[in-house]
T-cell receptor
């Protein structure tokens, strides 16, 4: 069974640029969620994709957008990068089960905005 | 807004000691997960609890879900240096589409 993978591992961008982060979900999982984790804090929910549609969104501006593909992989796009966007971006995949939201995380992408 | 508060924020103990960390909320969750995260890596799922009062054991780790499904605890017996890490709890509700995380407890176990 293949786990969740993310690319790239690290990324350095400058303020105002755009970035795309990628995630491949664990085999058998149809739901992908993205989280932002700032240093010293817990992950903050950005949004979730299920069957290629956004299924819930956290308190993030529209410049954070995403996609899910038919093979359940996903992208996170961030436009007009700001310094505060520097964080570890985590992708988590899950399989919808009644009463559960058991998510399995990838290793993350460390984004630094200068 | 659902919030999860974890305590203590930091914990430093000697190898062989026992410890308990807590995860509290004013909101009810249908399930709660505990994760362990090492620096620069993604969280690793330890356990999911779904029933009020449920107790689950994973070797030296014991997890309990409160009767009202608003709080949880993680007890580690005879801690080892390999237990060092950030312990995160996350609550979820059915079909809500997201998990709410606490800010974690950073545990350091000294040999």
């Amino acid at each position: 069974e293949t786990g969740v993978t993310q690319s790239p591992t690290h990324l350095i961008k400058t303020r105002g640029q755009q970035v795309t982060l990628r995630c491949s979900s664990q085999s058998g999982h149809n739901t992908v969620s993205w989280y932002q984790q700032a240093l010293g804090q817990g992950p903050q929910f950005i949004f979730q994709y299920y069957r290629e549609e956004e299924n819930g969104r956290g308190n993030f501006p529209p410049r954070f957008s995403g996609l899910q593909f038919p093979n359940y992989s996903s992208e996170l796009n961030v436009n007009a990068l700001e310094l505060d966007d520097s964080a570890l971006y985590l992708c988590a995949s899950s399989r919808r089960l009644a009463g559960y939201n058991e998510q399995f995380f990838g290793p993350g992408t460390r984004l630094t905005v200068l | 807004t659902q919030l999860l508060e974890q305590s203590p924020q930091f914990l430093s103990i000697q190898e062989g000691e026992n410890l308990t960390v807590y995860c509290n909320s004013s909101s009810v969750f249908s399930s709660l997960q505990w994760y362990r995260q090492e620096p620069g890596e993604g969280p690793v799922l330890l356990v999911t609890v779904v029933t009020g009062g449920e107790v689950k054991k994973l070797k030296r780790l014991t997890f309990q879900f409160g009767d009202a499904r608003k709080d949880s605890s993680l007890h580690i017996t005879a801690a080892q240096p390999g237990d060092t890490g950030l312990y995160l709890c996350a609550g979820a509700n059915t079909n809500a589409g997201k998990s709410t995380f606490g800010d974690g407890t950073t545990l350091t176990v000294k040999p």
